[in-house]
């Protein structure tokens, strides 16, 4: 028996009728940091009537509450599937800051068996290039363009910017010429659906792929010749497959792509993440159903569980997912899961980390950009970075991602503590990590946004400095800071959410709200509401905890001396509103402080779009670069000290060398001050 489908008017599944049947389907459900992943299924006809084939439906995975990367992540099922039989995948790159898209296609056929009698060199790749683009290549099979998997996914694309605006679904295809943005896709492809994906990574350079299992199209250690020449970088490629599954004859195509140079095969079941950061591996765990190795890697159906239920090889998935895809090593040290500091928490004490991605180009020590992440101040880690802040390695900046206390195991300020913490930290090693101590910018997204713009508004206030990790000596101040869409007065953000249209989906006056829970007012008949009505009224504890909150805010600590801030806040946010980011605006301009807010329109929490997240990278890049341009000898004794700080200010010649004076050798001067005071902090002279 059969049961139709209803839709909800929008092409999305309606499973609440079915929802004993299907459950799966249409739902929103929480990982295990709490993280909320929706998921829903797309009938591929609903987002263009000219499709009229391989009609199971797509999977969509989004977090509402994660840091996008600004990437696409696309699975391409193995042959007779569709796009819903991978979703803990799809989760799992959802949480991993991905938009997630399972896509049903055209894929009924093994060319490798279809090509079995055929002569020419070029018959599965023909095949595979038309399933891709629908062009006639080859006469054994038939695919139209409507059917074709580029034109699925643009149609699906512009049907979830339709439904789900603000979301950033839009920014994957080039408005100007109707083509996806391949360079910012990471395709994972199963089964023949791998074959698909290598022939896609052949003729466009994508952001990852990543291959399960995936058909060979050539006999056993002799692939297909296609996999010799590929656009895509040899370091983005990761495979992973069972050892009872053909491991051998897939690793002979994964050398022809270049990924041994990053490490043998490694078995997971012997190894945890990030196993020697190789991009091959392997596994020896029985599947969920006997025999079923092939699906196993990757298919909810038979996929192995631990006790809790959750798929065994999600640490797998999120670490093809998420790995670094240098196609050189680093010139500089990296480093992965460095214990930066010991802290006490509610249940005891905690391990705090960071993980260093050593600069790809540059000399000298390089500047330091530190990505702090967001997530309520209650999920997240420091294993998210934001990829337009991770791509500055390739400008000579190394990016280094921080861990903090969440909500759950300690409130504020133990927050702000840790992230200043970790940049002593950076200072107090940076001989070592080769980074200058006098270079360093911070960058952050909601949560993570906020305690960027405290750290840059809160260098001068000694309270909010702490002890995490010691290294006292040093200075946490940095020289520039990034936010996107960032809480920066949270007793007013319902009043915020009030006045905005559209509302907010939260209402942060309720002590379940992750405001409440960070200021610890999360007690019955607390919360952020109760608090802001009591912020005048002078008995315990409401004077101890109005100055705690107005501690939390970075609008308090807005002076002169702060370094310049970049903002960005969409339009369209009913997660954090945006006269948040306005609020901090005008309190910095109100201290001549040097700040832009961009206004991502179209765009709700979680992501600017690509244009923005440049725009806020290149800004960084130039801060943080930019300081030896300005350090000249101006006065032309040969040494760079305060005498030309002091001629430069009489004088300002060409200070940034660009051959005019103008208003870039001003700010250039001002970074040049800003440089020394930085170096007279770090020495300890704060």
Known sequence: MFLAAPTDGKGEIDLKPLITFLAGLTLLVANATGQPVRVVSVLPASTDSAINGWLGAHSVAFSTETDQRGQLFVYLHGQGGTGTGANELLRTAARAGYHAIGLTYPNDWSPFNLCSGSTDPSCAENIRREIIDGVDRSSLIAVSRPNSIENRLIKLLAHLETMHPGEGWGSYVDAATGTIRWNLVAVWGHSQGGGNA??????????????????????????????????????????????????????????????????????????????????????????????????????????PRNPDGSAVYIPVWSHMMTAPTDTTSSPTPSLNDQVFATVPTFAGQTQLMLDVHGALTGVGPRPVLVWIHGGGWQSG??????????????????????????????????????????????????????????????????????????????????????????????????????????????????????????????????????????????????????????????????????????????????????????????????????????????????????????????????????????????????????????????NGDGRIDLEDLYHAHQHLPDINGDGVIDSRDTACLERFIRRHELEDMTAGRR
């Open 198 to 303: 290598g022939v896609l990574a052949r003729h466009r350079s994508l952001a990852r792929v990543c291959l399960s299992a995936p058909a060979a199209d050539g006999g056993p250690g002799s692939p297909a010749p296609w996999w010799d020449s590929h656009a895509t970088p040899s370091g983005a490629y990761f495979g992973f497959c069972h050892t009872q599954d053909g491991l051998n004859t897939k690793v002979a195509f994964w050398t022809a792509l270049g990924m041994a140079a990053f490490g043998p095969v490694t078995d997971v079941a012997t190894a945890v993440p990030p196993y020697a950061n190789t991009h091959m591996l392997s596994t020896s765990v029985a599947p969920a159903i006997a025999g079923q190795f092939h699906n196993s890697v990757v298919a909810d159906s038979v996929t």
């Open 381 to 634: 880690s420091h294993n998210q970075v934001l990829s337009y802040a991770l791509d500055l390695r390739n400008q000579g900046i190394t990016v280094v991602s921080i861990g903090y206390r969440l909500t759950d195991q300690a409130v504020f300020p133990a927050q702000i503590h840790d992230c200043k913490g970790a940049i002593r930290w950076l200072r107090a090693n940076a001989a070592s990590l080769q980074i200058d101590p006098n270079r360093i910018g911070v960058w952050g997204s909601s949560a993570g946004g906020h305690l960027a713009a405290l750290v840059a508004t809160s260098g001068d206030n000694p309270a909010l400095e702490g002890g995490t990790g010691g290294n006292l000596a040093f200075s946490s101040t940095v020289l520039a800071a990034a936010a996107f869409y960032p809480p920066t007065d949270i007793v007013q953000m319902q009043p915020d959410c009030n006045v905005q249209t559209p509302p907010c989906s939260t209402n942060h006056d309720l002590n379940t709200s992750a405001e409440s829970k960070l200021l610890n007012v999360s007690g019955p008949g607390q919360g952020v509401g109760w608090l802001r009505a009591n912020l005048s009224n002078p008995l315990p504890p409401f004077p101890e905890l109005a100055a705690l909150a107005a501690s939390a805010n970075p609008i308090t600590h807005v002076t002169p001396n702060d370094p310049p801030l970049f903002l960005a806040h969409g339009d369209l946010d009913t997660v954090v509103p945006l006269r948040q980011s306005v609020r901090l605006r005008d309190a910095a301009s109100a201290q001549g402080i040097p700040v832009s807010l961009v206004v991502a329109a179209g765009f709700g929490h979680g992501s600017v779009g690509a244009d923005i997240s440049n725009q806020a990278a290149a800004w960084m890049r130039d801060l943080l670069l930019g300081g030896l341009a300005c350090a000249v000898d101006v």
